[in-house]
């Protein structure tokens, strides 16, 4: 098998800031205001701190893009949130200092290279804070593409045969060798494949829960279109590439919200999952039918809008939104 000490060190460490996540969840942590206004939480920087730390010792070399940074947790304002940081990340690896922390942290503010790994500690931290879906994602890129993908879903479970019936999935794909789901709790993978064509049952799409993130009246529309008749699965997170993955939807559809017009997608929100989901039989491209371009930097520059299919569906998808 390719990648066994990616594999082996990316799990171990993402099983790890899994169970810190769902340790502060406990007691609803408080959001905390990123400069751009969005929420981050200690949870997001004590997971990025696992397995920041976790990569830095096993691959050195390798530069890790992640979503947070600790400038702000250093401030004077921040010190009793890092100190809370520091608690929980103790209770994985014991220990451990603030300094610790903080440079673990900010050893995710590498930049793109030939070979390096993006990080998202804490995929929809909205969801996260609401109680609902949310993933901690992990992917290793290669030449532009992503070769490894690594998806926790601490509380997810999908009305399907187990593994998936339990709460809290980890999905795992290699480029080349398929993916395959196991339950957090117990250590037997099972391969899982998208959707197939005649499954009616399935053919259903997911999008975001947040409205803010998409377009949800023309991912409706588009869905029409394209032969679909029962209304979406809201869900946070790439938990929704998950839900492709392993046939519980068929579509998943993230158009680009028309009060932002010329937002881009982060790269942390979407390799692991693109991996996760062509590895399982399915497709995923812009909406224009571009495959999404890992190689231009932390954004998908090159891309306008996410389309994730069970790849039969994906042609009927495109021409909707090309009409
Ligand atoms: N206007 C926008 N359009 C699309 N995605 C957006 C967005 N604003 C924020 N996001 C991203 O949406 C992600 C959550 O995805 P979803 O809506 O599918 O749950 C956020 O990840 P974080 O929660 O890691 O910050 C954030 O990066
Ligand atoms: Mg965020
Ligand atoms: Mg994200
Ligand atoms: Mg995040």
């Not at 926790?152 to 709460?167: F, I, W």
């Amino acid at each position: 098998m390719a990648y066994e000490k990616e594999l082996q060190v990316g799990i171990e460490a993402s099983l790890s800031a899994a169970k810190l996540c769902q340790a502060v969840r406990g007691n609803i942590p408080d959001r905390i205001e990123k400069q751009d206004r969005s929420p981050v939480t200690i949870a997001d920087f004590g997971s990025q701190a696992i397995i920041c730390r976790a990569l830095a010792e096993a691959f050195p070399n390798d530069p890790v893009v992640g979503e947070e940074d600790a400038t702000a947790l250093r401030s004077s304002e921040m010190s009793e949130q890092l100190a809370q940081v520091t608690e929980y990340v103790k209770q994985e690896i014991p220990n451990v200092s603030t300094e610790d922390v903080t440079q673990w942290i900010d050893h995710g503010n590498g930049e793109p290279s030939q070979r390096f790994w993006t990080l998202d500690p804490i995929d929809g931290t909205k969801g996260f804070l609401r109680g609902d879906q949310y993933a901690i994602a992990l992917a290793l890129i290669e030449e532009g593409e992503v070769k490894v993908g690594i998806l926790a879903c601490p509380a997810l479970s999908l009305d399907l045969a187990p593994p998936l019936n339990e709460e809290g999935l980890l999905f795992v794909a290699v480029r080349g060798e398929g993916t395959k789901v196991r339950s957090l709790k117990t250590d037997e993978f099972t391969a899982i494949r998208v959707a197939s064509p005649d499954d009616e049952e399935h053919l259903r799409f997911v999008e975001s829960v947040e409205v803010a993130h998409g377009d949800q009246s023309q991912q409706s529309a588009i869905a029409q279109q394209a032969g679909i008749k029962s209304p979406s699965l809201r869900m946070d997170s790439q938990a929704k590439y998950g839900a492709v993955a392993s046939g519980a939807a068929a579509l998943y559809l993230r158009l680009p919200s028309p009060k932002q017009p010329d937002y881009r997608e982060n790269i942390w929100d979407h390799a692991a999952g693109v991996i996760v989901a062509e590895e399982a039989g399915g497709r995923a491209s812009d909406m224009y039918g571009k495959p999404l371009d890992f190689s231009v930097g932390a954004k998908l520059f090159q891309n306008r809008g996410v389309v994730v299919s069970n790849g039969s569906l994906h042609e009927a998808v495109l021409a909707a939104l090309n009409k």
